[in-house]
T-cell receptor, first 115, second 113 residues
Framework: AQKVTQAQTEISVVEKEDVTLDCVYETRDTTYYLFWYKQPPSGELVFLIRRNSFDEQNEISGRYSWNFQKSTSSFNFTITASQVVDSAVYFCALFNAGNNRKLIWGLGTSLAVNP | DTAVSQTPKYLVTQMGNDKSIKCEQNLGHDTMYWYKQDSKKFLKIMFSYNNKELIINETVPNRFSPKSPDKAHLNLHINSLELGDSAVYFC????????????FGPGTRLTVT
């Protein structure tokens, strides 16, 4: 079965703190893709990153970084020096071609960055 | 130039009514989706169309009927609305039905009273 677990329901930090959002996935496929999306309070869903199962290199984009570890089936997301504008719900999702070609979504982690 | 647009943004209606939500994308994508997001933010795929052909049809009451007149448009018609249909409905599109990023519309907040 395919599954995405975001164990942290809510996280609250103070501005400038670093914060890591956890994502653990389950799949039997060897080829799969992992995604992160952001949903700010305004409501729209914004794509952040896609990773395929053959590329375990960590990715950094500004203050955002992603750590993909197949050994632990995790694809964690770190925000460095968090800002109030980072406050949002963050979703991790899994896609594999054998799963009716749809994204399996985690339940999301609500991040509040306080001034 | 909005990439994925939905109308209306808000919809308030009474139980038993029929309503439609429209979605259009100008990205030239082949695949479009309807998602339902409940009050706990859980995202549930409802339908997906690839080039006007239905490819995903999740366990959704048959009161919900999608229609794709062309690959740039995907509408959702809901018959006999129930209280439990209250949610935010998102339309999305992607390049193909493969593992591409999905671009989401702004959402339609449906409230059934």
């Amino acid at each position: 079965a395919q599954k995405v677990t975001q164990a942290q329901t809510e996280i609250s930090v103070v501005e400038k703190e670093d914060v890591t959002l956890d994502c653990v996935y389950e799949t039997r496929d060897t080829t799969y893709y992992l995604f992160w999306y952001k949903q700010p309070p305004s409501g729209e869903l914004v794509f952040l990153i896609r990773r395929n199962s053959f590329d375990e290199q960590n990715e950094i984009s500004g203050r955002y970084s992603w750590n993909f570890q197949k050994s632990t089936s995790s694809f964690n997301f770190t925000i460095t020096a968090s800002q109030v504008v980072d406050s949002a719900v963050y979703f991790c999702a899994l896609f594999n071609a054998g799963n009716n070609r749809k994204l399996i979504w985690g339940l999301g982690t609500s991040l509040a960055v306080n001034p | 130039d909005t990439a994925v647009s939905q109308t209306p943004k808000y919809l308030v209606t009474q139980m038993g009514n029929d309503k439609s939500i429209k979605c259009e994308q100008n990205l030239g994508h082949d695949t479009m989706y309807w998602y339902k997001q409940d009050s706990k933010k859980f995202l549930k795929i409802m339908f997906s169309y690839n080039n006007k052909e239905l490819i995903i049809n999740e366990t959704v009451p048959n009161r919900f009927s999608p229609k794709s007149p062309d690959k740039a448009h995907l509408n959702l018609h809901i018959n006999s609305l129930e209280l439990g249909d209250s949610a935010v409905y998102f339309c999305a599109s992607s390049l193909t039905s493969g593992p591409h990023e999905q671009y989401f519309g702004p959402g339609t907040r449906l409230t059934v009273t």
